[in-house]
């Protein structure tokens, strides 16, 4: 596939700009090129958005759920820390 120019960024395709859209690179199996798309499929949030918009939701829940959701990650980002203190801080102390 030519653009008309050669782009220094090998990465650059115009037509995946807009939406969820996959072009099949250079050298690319089909496998790839599907796991690319899955890719970028789930981090767009499509999925959950439709979870979350299928039943309504109270406001008051909503703030709830994602007061609860920080809190856990928090907690786990806390618990990532100690791990890695026990691994590498200081000994002898």
């Known amino acids: 596939m ?3 120019f050669e782009s220094k960024n ?3 395709f115009p037509e995946e700009k807009s939406g969820i859209c996959v072009v099949r690179r250079k050298d690319e199996t089909y496998d790839d090129l599907v796991k690319r798309f899955r890719k970028k499929f789930s981090k767009s949030g499509i999925v959950k958005e439709l979870r979350d918009r299928t039943y309504y939701e109270k ?3 909503k703030k709830r759920r994602k007061r ?3 809190i856990k990650s928090i907690e786990k980002e806390q ?6 203190n026990s691994k590498f801080g200081k000994k002898g102390d």
Do not use: V
Not at 79 to 84: G, I
């Open 2 to 4: 030519s653009y008309g």
């Open 10 to 12: 090998r990465n650059y």
């Open 59 to 61: 406001p008051s829940a």
């Open 68 to 70: 609860k959701q920080s």
């Open 79 to 84: 618990l990532k820390l100690e791990d890695l």
